[in-house]
Structure formats: C-alpha cells, structure tokens
C-alpha cells in the first residue's frame, strides 16, 4: 500500500534562496492538499488541487509561494526568497474526490529550516 | 471563522489508565476528524464523525461528537505506550475542502 509521499524530508537552506518540495500522492486520490504546521500547532491550509486545477489558495499564501499539480498526479511547493519566518514542517496530503467529507491522508512532510 | 479548541493541551498518563480528551468548535461541526501525529511526521487518519451523537471505535479509541455537533472528544481505554503522541482534531471550515485544526493535545504515556 503506497500512501502519500513527500520529498525531500529535510532541507536546510540560507535565507533568500529558492526552495522546492515533491508530493506523490496516493494514486487514485484526486485531491491533493498543501498545509504548513509549526511547533505546537495544527497544520495551517495553503492550497488544495483537484486533478490539476487550484481550487483555493489561501489568503495567508504570499506571492513567494506557488504550486502545480501539471498533469494531475504529483505536485510541487515552491517557495522563492525564503525567509526566517517561512521555517515549518510542510505537509501534503491527498482524498478520493467522491462527495466532501472524504479523510485526507498525509504524508511524512518535508522540515523546512532557514538559516 | 471556525475555530477548534483543544482541551488539554498536554497530558501525562500512566500506561494502563483511561483518559479523555476533548476538541470544541464555534460554530456547528460538519464532518470532524482525528488525526495522530508522532513528532516530526505526518498525521495518521484515525476516525471521522458526522451525525450528532455519533460514536466510533477503533482498537481501544472511542470518538464520539456530541448531539448538537459543537464538540467531540476521543477516550483512550487502558492506554499503552503506543498511543503516546499528539492528538489533532479537524473540521471542515469556510469552504468545502480545507480542514481547520486544533493546536493539539500531547499525550505522554508513563511506564
């Protein structure tokens, strides 16, 4: 049973540098879901895709970050000119697109740290 | 905007004792999950509850939401050392699709 994946776990990188991370999710899930989460709290919603289409965007979502699920299958997190503030655990999860209420399945995250 | 408390923020058991913990929201719930997490991972899908006074069990986790929908809680029966971790509640919030989620309750489990 292949569940969602994510890549890198870690990355550790110097303020202002562009960073990138991978979500596979699970292969007949449709919905895929970008969250960010800090210490000591749940996770914060970024963005959600159904197939490859954006649906919602957060409003918290700066313009330094953007997403893509090109071909409706993986997707990608970029963040541009990072910032202290930007250091978070970033989690991917994934749903079946049947009705709302569907349980949505994480992966490990990728740990973001900013020098 | 839909908010999620989450009561207690922390708890310490001894292995083999029941405990409780509860997840309150502001407005009526519409569907709330429990999740999971060990430290530095993702979070593991436990239960989902819809109607009023739905109950759930899983192993030794019962989750049940209240009649008017406003809170749930999750009891651990005759804990183990493997139910330690943190413990998350969700809902669906202002649109159909993003969940929103309480801070999280710590559990510890005492040998």
């Known amino acids: 049973d292949t569940g969602v994946s994510q890549d890198p776990r870690h990355k550790i990188t110097k303020r202002g540098q562009n960073v990138t991370f991978r979500c596979d999710p699970i292969s007949e899930h449709n919905r895929l879901y970008w969250y960010r989460q800090t210490l000591g709290q749940g996770p914060e919603f970024l963005t959600y895709f159904q197939n490859e289409a954006q649906l919602e965007k957060s409003r918290l979502l700066s313009d330094r970050f953007s997403a893509e699920r090109p071909k409706g299958s993986f997707s990608t997190l970029e963040i541009q000119r990072t910032e202290q503030g930007d250091s978070a655990m970033y989690l991917c999860?994934?749903?079946?697109?049947?009705?709302?209420?569907?349980?949505?399945?994480f992966g490990d995250g990728t740990r973001l740290s900013i020098l | 905007s839909q908010e999620l408390e989450q009561s207690p923020q922390s708890l310490i058991v001894q292995e083999g004792k029941n405990l409780t913990i509860n997840c309150t929201s502001s407005k009526t719930l519409y569907g709330l999950y429990w999740y999971k997490q060990k430290y530095g991972e993702g979070l593991i899908f436990l239960m989902m509850?819809?109607?009023g006074g739905e109950e759930k069990s899983h192993e030794k986790i019962t989750a049940k939401l209240d009649e008017k929908k406003q809170q749930s809680s999750l009891h651990i029966t005759a804990s183990q050392p493997s139910h330690a971790g943190i413990y998350l509640c969700?809902?669906?919030?202002?649109?159909?699709?993003?969940?929103?989620w309480g801070a999280g309750t710590k559990l510890i489990i005492k040998p």
């Open positions: 999860a994934s749903s079946l697109g049947r009705g709302n209420n569907q349980p949505q399945h």
């Open positions: 509850l819809q109607k």
């Open positions: 969700g809902a669906s919030g202002d649109s159909n699709y993003q969940l929103i």
